[in-house]
């Protein structure tokens, strides 16, 4: 699998349900951040976890972030049509100032 | 709240033309990135810049692209002989306090179409 690889690559629920995006991920990192991507528009930063932190809360996002495991995860509850983007992690490489993206999950919620 | 932003939105050339595409980064930011997004692919890193000079380029970015910080505010990125294959949304970020945990804001991007 590449650096910043999630899945699913599509999903699809309805209004009010929670979403989960999970991002797997190759080599040590420093931080991992999650960005949103509305069609054709630019990055919106909603939450950066950092290497030695296991859980994040950000409204109704929470991110958890295994170490052991090389992962992370994104969770939108309550989720709302404008929830509606591409969702992308992006990991900081241990002694590297780049950010690795992955392919992204194109999450639809239906009103 | 402080945002990084971009110009033009939209940037059309021909084949073989030099462009530069420009970013203000957030003011009391310390480290200024380029990345790439081609139609339908994943954000691509080219380049990190701090303290005036590049810290890491990716093997996308060649001799055709350059960086500059010519002022205090402005942050810009040139590629000088364009090709089709350049056509992509660029995107620029910033990132403060020089720590590489720090969070990395985007603007809005430049789409680039090279005809």
């Known amino acids: 699998s590449q650096q910043g690889e999630e899945d699913p690559q599509a999903l699809s629920i309805q209004e009010g349900e929670n979403a989960t995006m999970n991002c797997s991920y190759k080599t040590s990192i420093n931080n991992l951040q999650w960005y949103r991507q509305n069609s054709g528009r630019g990055l919106v930063h909603l939450i950066l976890?950092?290497?030695?932190?296991r859980e994040k809360h950000s409204g109704r996002l929470r991110v958890t972030l295994d170490t052991s495991k090389k992962s992370s995860s994104l969770l939108i509850t309550a989720s709302r049509a404008a929830d509606t983007a591409s969702y992308f992690c992006?990991?900081?490489?241990?002694?590297?100032?780049?950010?690795?993206f992955g392919t992204g999950t194109r999450l639809k919620v239906l009103a | 709240e402080p945002e990084v932003t971009q110009t033009p939105s939209h940037q059309v050339t021909q084949m073989g033309q030099e462009v530069i595409l420009r970013c203000v980064p957030i003011?009391?930011?310390?480290?200024f990135y380029w990345y790439r997004q081609i139609l339908g692919q994943k954000v691509e890193f080219l380049v990190s810049f701090y303290n005036n000079e590049i810290s890491e380029k990716s093997e996308i970015f060649d001799d055709q692209f350059s960086v500059e910080r010519p002022d205090g505010s402005n942050f810009t990125l040139k590629i000088r002989s364009t090709k089709l294959e350049d056509s992509a949304m660029y995107f620029c970020?910033?990132?403060?306090?020089?720590?590489?945990?720090?969070?990395?804001?985007f603007g809005p991007g430049t789409r680039l179409t090279v005809l």
């Open positions: 992006a990991t900081s490489l241990s002694g590297t100032y780049k950010y690795i």
């Open positions: 003011s009391n930011h310390l480290y």
């Open positions: 970020a910033s990132s403060g306090h020089g720590l590489i945990t720090d969070t990395q804001y």
């Open positions: 976890i950092r290497s030695n932190e």
